[in-house]
């Protein structure tokens, strides 16, 4: 099977692509960073690097995070880092669609 993937490269050698995106979707679906790099078989060390990557490209922090207690800790996106996933995955999106008949060849 064939498939389009789609990395967006920033001014200062910075890039977002679906490795990022699917760490931010992860951080949401589990509500932890440790989770999310587990699911995506990488160390929270990575996982932890690649966050601050990206906050550093937007300028302010895509995640929030709690530390544990009686209720446990964890993460979650902020309106930005949500925004950020809807709109990559509304660009790969429409970019599939685009190459679809060519791929399809």
Not at 22 to 29: F, K, P, V
Not at 50 to 74: H, S, W, Y
């Amino acid at each position: 099977m064939t498939r389009l993937s789609i990395r967006i490269d920033f001014d200062g050698g910075e890039a977002f692509g679906p490795g990022k995106a699917r760490l931010l979707e992860l951080i949401a679906e589990h509500g932890s960073i440790r989770s999310a790099a587990a699911a995506m078989n990488m160390s929270y060390r990575h996982a932890w690097l690649l966050l601050q990557a990206v906050e550093d490209t937007f300028g302010a922090p895509v995640i929030t995070t709690a530390t544990g207690g009686a209720k446990g800790g964890g993460a979650k996106l902020t309106e930005l880092g949500r925004d950020i996933v809807a709109r990559y995955r509304a660009i790969e999106a429409q970019a599939a669609r685009s190459a679809a008949p060519d791929l399809a060849e």
